[in-house]
């Protein structure tokens, strides 16, 4: 009988040294001290292991909101975007104002409902179908997206700051990357299932701080070296400055005309299409805001923090406080993945140069230019956030799973019975993201698979909720006849795209150019995912139109048009002037950031 006997080794010239590891370690330490006592008070109900016990203070939902958010395909992702196309991507991170729009349109109507899940809200909007459905499509999304970019990301930082790190595992070496992506589960699968919301909502708050002070330092860091922000400007290019990227590539005429370059036996070593332009400004202009308010205001992910508060004015507060911090994204992310593409192209970093992948671009920084102390604290900060945001979809997840599925299943369950459902359905969706990964690294790079995947899946959801709050006639069959649709073709986009990402058989260069399904690849995905959000939302409209109305009795107080006076008063009577003051300046600095990124 063979014995299989691990070996773990590390090689001398390590990236981090010793007091990086105690940096790192004290760091950890306190999560482990802040989970412990979330444990330790904690209670086996649903109330309090999937929302805190509706208890969250306003600064500790805007904490988690964003630090959920800002997770692996921020930090890696982000950076990974600017060094390739400058701060086009800022246009999904200046998606602050969405945030607003949750804390003015949308809590209102959560706080009165006093729903679990979003699936939830909208079967007592529509019905007990359009629930299923959204629970079933929610949890694939995370799946593919959320956890399986988390996982990757992981595997991205490990293998960029400690390439040195590998395991023998009976004669099978197992890389840096997979060590790394296995450890960020298991931490963070287990302080979740412990501790469940609230130990996710406080360690956020922890993350939030040094996440900021740590990006802010390494910013400062790289614009030090590079000297300053006019050379970061000259080295780059006014198109990498400017957010709103033309709608065809340089030098194509023909709208429809396939663009090929060929080797010199007569195959084709690179395809394009006019659809396929990287950030078109008609996508970012259409496709992104769709996107950004499905997230923000419908995404179980992100929403569940501000359902954990005690009332509307919290909630509200909270996503505002959310919406302020969500301005830094772009200063503290994707700025530093253009210091380091305009560290590479000077040569001023020569280490860095060697090394250079854009999809590397933050884990770079932090290892070429941070001196040794603030280095560990960097990297325990960036680390937990990526911890920060798999445990908020865990959380979901569990939440989804077990509220929306099991719970109507086996309604007779005790309470421990769903919290201990919760917890299993949490490790088998981590099993199943693991097996997706291979399909996230073949992608562009991981922000661009985030977004395309999200363009695809996003805009029914977006539309069953935006047009079912403000249009009370739209009905039950109308919602799950758009959803149904619109997943539909989501889903048939995202199964032409997976063998090409994937480079699966014959894939490797795509499909025969020309070809129907070659085409369907090659459209740029805002363009498809607009293309799904009109079709969504002309199949909800036409079928609503054609069957009964609906109940209006039954929706009261869950659109505009069945609010009752005592709702609206409820609701103006939340309303400060501090909560007023704060929506506008978040609003006039945005367009001072579109107004300056222009090229």
Known sequence: MNTVTPILAVSDA???GPIDWLAIACYFSILLVVAWWVVKHRKDTAADYFLAGRNLGWWIIGASIFASNIGSEHIVGLAGSG??????MAHYELHAWCLLVLAWVFVPFYARSLVFTMPEFLERRFSVSSRYVLSIVSLITFVVSKIAVGIFAGGVVFSTLLPEIHLNLGGVEINSFWIGSVAVI????LYTALGGMRAVAYNDAVQVVVLILGSATLTFYGLFKLGGWHELRVLC?????????PMTPPGVESTWAPVLERAADGHVVKQAWYFNTHYPWLGMLICAPVIGLWYWCTDQYIVQRALGAPNEQTARRGSIFASFLKLFPPYLF???????FALVKSGKVPDMAANFDAQNAFPLMVKYLLPPGLRGLVVAGLLSALMGSLAGVFNACSTLFTVDLYQKLRPDADQARIVRTGRTATTIMVLIALAWIPVVQGAHSLYDYLQSVQGYLAPPIFVVFFFGVFFHRLNAKGCLWAMVVGFVLGLFRMLVDTPVTM??????????????????????F?????LITIVSAVVMVAVSLATREPEYERIKSLTFGTATADDKAKTYASWDWHDIAASGLIL???LGAYLYFRG
């Open 237 to 245: 290019g006014s198109d990498m400055f400017n957010l709103w990227k």
């Open 14 to 16: 390590a990236t981090l």
């Open 186 to 189: 298991l931490l963070t699968g």
């Open 503 to 524: 480079k699966l058989g014959g894939f490797a260069q795509g499909y025969e150019p020309g070809s129907f399904l070659w085409v369907i690849n090659n459209i740029n």
């Open 526 to 530: 805002q363009y498809f995912s607009i």
């Open 83 to 88: 060094a390739k196309d400058g701060v086009a």
């Open 334 to 340: 994707i700025i530093p993945g253009m210091i380091c």
């Open 588 to 590: 006039v600095c945005i």
